[in-house]
């Protein structure tokens, strides 16, 4: 698919984006999970031409729910996607995995604990973590114009364990993977894909756009 008719179903996909739920902040002062924040915008998100939908947050747990968003969607893997192919090829710069989180993806619940470049560790480096997410059956979703697609989250795990950690920055996150494909020679869009999951509240940074990598 060329970039123009890529880009021509994009100026569509704005009338044809899936149920865009507006939440309210109401109940995030009591017993709130460590990652809860105030979401804007919650989407179920259908590119255009349909197919598979998937939510654009992970969750902490399986519940659809603002309380429990975990981290933003921010890179889509298509053409020939799947979930193991959109990982292999940062294998030896992301070698670790990290926690167990879930993700609506398809219509059904996926879970991944995700690659990302270190197990937790107290110095100041980075530390960034990419959750990759489809149907467990298939191992990956369609749509006409996307073909087969996967859809991953990022963040970092600033200091995890010791004093000072956070955890955050996902749209730098998204960047540092982006320009591991970039390098390895793979088509990409640079936030490219407007999500709505736009967030600027200290370490919970995303622009809202995801950036997609073709996978051939
Ligand atoms: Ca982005």
Not at 51 to 57: E, L, P, Q, V
Not at 104 to 130: A, F
Request: glycine letters at 10%.
């Amino acid at each position: 698919m060329d970039q123009f008719s890529r880009a021509s179903a994009r100026r569509r996909i704005i009338t044809c984006l899936g149920t865009a739920v507006a939440l309210v902040a109401a109940g995030l002062a009591s017993a709130a999970p460590a990652q809860a924040r105030d979401v804007n915008l919650w989407f179920n998100h259908a590119f255009y031409g349909g197919g598979d939908a998937f939510d654009t947050y992970d969750y902490g747990q399986q519940t659809r729910a603002e309380d429990h968003v975990d981290w933003p969607v921010s890179l889509v893997f298509f053409n020939n996607a799947t979930v193991s192919k959109a990982k292999a090829p940062l294998s030896s710069v992301m070698p670790h995995t990290g926690s167990l989180k879930y993700a609506w993806v398809g219509g059904t619940w996926d879970q991944d604990r995700g690659i990302k470049q270190y197990p937790g560790k107290c110095d100041s480096t980075t530390n960034y973590h990419m959750r990759v997410y489809a149907p467990p059956g298939t191992d990956r979703m369609f749509n006409t114009y996307y073909g087969y697609f996967v859809v991953a989250t990022t963040h970092m795990d600033y200091r995890e364990g010791c004093s000072g950690q956070w955890f955050g920055e996902s749209e730098a996150a998204e960047d540092f993977v982006l320009r591991e494909f970039i390098n390895r020679g793979y088509h990409y869009w640079s936030d490219w894909t407007d999500l709505g999951s736009y967030e600027n509240n200290g370490h919970f940074q995303s622009n809202g756009r995801a950036s997609e990598v073709s996978i051939p």
